[in-house]
C-alpha cells in the first residue's frame, strides 16, 4: 500500500493565489522529506529537502520565499506556493526516504498545479 | 554534460521483444543506482535498484559498471503492461535528498 500520500490530488487556482500541498508518511516518522517538481517530458528535479523542526534547505534557484516549506510533525510535510503564477504549474511530488541512508525513496502519487 | 542521461526513445517494441535502456552518469561519487518507471500523470514508482554485480527481478535484469559509469536495464518478453516511461536514478552522495533523475525512455509495448 501507499506509504506517502499527498493532497490535493490536482487543483486549478488563478494567478496571483497560494496553493498549499501536504504530503503525510502514512508509516514512518521522517525527519527528512522532499519536494520535487517535474515539467511536462521533463526529469523530476529536486527543489527541497524538508526538515522536521528546522528550516527547509533549497536547491540552486529556488525561491525559498515563493515555495514555504513547513515541517511541523514527524509525519507531515507542506509546501506552499505562494502568488503562483501561471509558470508554476507544474506536478509537485514529495517523497521520503527510508531507513538507510543508501535506500531509495518513496513518493507520494503527486499534486498538478494548474495556474491560469 | 548532464548528470544522467538516457537514450531518448520512444521505444516501439511488440510483444514478447526484449528491449534494452541504457544510461550514463557523470558523478563518479554517485553511489546508489535505480531504474523507476513512471506512467502518464503519475508519479515514479521504484522498479529496482542496480548493483555491481548485476540483478535480476523476474524478466527485468539491471546492470551497473561503475568503471563506464553505466547502467543498463534489460526487459524480456515485454508485455503490454510495460508500456510506461522509465527513469534511471542516481544517488548523488548517498545521501537520500540527492536523487538525480533522467528524462526518462518512454517504452510503448504494441499488441
Known amino acids: 500500500g501507499a506509504v506517502v500520500s499527498q493532497h490535493p490530488s490536482w487543483v486549478i487556482c488563478k494567478s496571483g493565489t497560494s496553493v498549499k500541498i501536504e504530503c503525510r508518511s502514512l508509516d514512518f516518522q521522517a525527519t527528512t522529506m522532499f519536494w520535487y517538481r517535474q515539467f511536462p517530458k521533463q526529469s523530476l528535479m529536486l527543489m527541497a529537502t524538508?526538515?522536521?523542526?528546522?528550516?527547509?534547505?533549497?536547491e540552486q534557484g529556488v525561491e525559498k520565499d515563493k515555495f514555504l516549506i513547513n515541517h511541523a510533525s514527524l509525519t507531515l510535510s507542506t509546501l506552499t506556493v505562494t502568488s503562483a503564477h501561471p509558470e508554476d504549474s507544474s506536478f509537485y511530488i514529495c517523497?521520503?526516504?527510508?531507513?538507510?541512508?543508501?535506500?531509495?525513496?518513496?513518493f507520494g502519487p503527486g499534486t498538478r498545479l494548474t495556474v491560469l | 554534460r548532464k548528470e544522467v542521461e538516457q537514450d531518448p526513445g520512444p521505444f516501439n517494441v511488440p510483444e514478447g521483444a526484449t528491449v534494452a535502456f541504457n544510461c550514463t552518469y557523470s558523478n563518479s561519487a554517485s553511489q546508489s543506482f535505480f531504474w523507476y518507471r513512471q506512467d502518464c500523470r503519475k508519479e515514479p514508482k521504484l522498479l529496482m535498484s542496480?548493483?555491481?554485480s548485476g540483478n535480476e527481478d523476474g524478466r527485468f535484469t539491471a546492470q551497473l559498471n561503475r568503471a563506464s559509469q553505466y547502467i543498463s536495464l534489460l526487459i524480456r518478453d515485454s508485455k503490454l503492461s510495460d508500456s510506461a516511461t522509465y527513469l534511471c536514478?542516481?544517488?548523488?552522495?548517498?545521501?537520500?535528498?540527492?536523487?538525480?533523475f533522467g528524462k526518462g525512455t518512454k517504452l510503448s509495448v504494441k499488441p
Open positions: 517523497s521520503r526516504g527510508g531507513q538507510d541512508p543508501t535506500d531509495t525513496q518513496y
Open positions: 542496480v548493483y555491481s
Open positions: 536514478v542516481v544517488n548523488k552522495r548517498g545521501s537520500q535528498g540527492n536523487l538525480i
Open positions: 524538508s526538515n522536521e523542526g528546522s528550516k527547509a534547505t533549497y
